[in-house]
Nanobody, 125 residues
Framework: QVQLAESGGGLAQAGGSLRLSCAASGRISSPYAMGWFRQAPGKAREFVVGINWSGADIDYADSVKGRFTISRNYDKNTVYLQMNSLKPEDTAVYHC??????????????????WGQGTQVTVSS
């Protein structure tokens, strides 16, 4: 089993920044890819960003491109999501996900094997 633990959510003003972390633990075997998804109230969960095993392939949703940056620390099995220039529409529960398959990043929920509980991000206008 693999466990994912997100942290770093909270309240920010529009134009502000937050940094999310997602630490993976348990039976982790490389290669693996990771991603972030978010779900706003009353909406379906949507893809935010995915990163492949090497970190060379990063795919951002258009809505966050240029504002969010994903990075990973292999020693700590952790990925980070730096969110800048936040907008009220970024308000959502953010979930990290891990894919133990090919190590290729994906935009599809069904490609991910494990999910974190989520961390709330609220952006006020």
């Amino acid at each position: 089993q693999v466990q994912l633990a997100e942290s770093g959510g909270g309240l920010a003003q529009a134009g502000g920044s937050l940094r999310l972390s997602c630490a993976a633990s348990g039976r982790i075997s490389s290669p693996y890819a990771m991603g972030w998804f978010r779900q706003a109230p009353g909406k379906a969960r949507e893809f935010v960003v995915g990163i492949n095993w090497s970190g060379a392939d990063i795919d951002y949703a258009d809505s966050v491109k240029g504002r969010f940056t994903i990075s990973r620390n292999y020693d700590k099995n952790t990925v980070y999501l730096q969110m800048n220039s936040l907008k009220p529409e970024d308000t959502a529960v953010y979930h990290c996900a891990l894919d133990l398959g090919t190590g290729r990043s994906s935009r599809h929920e069904y490609d991910y094997d494990y999910w974190g509980q989520g961390t709330q991000v609220t952006v006020s206008s």
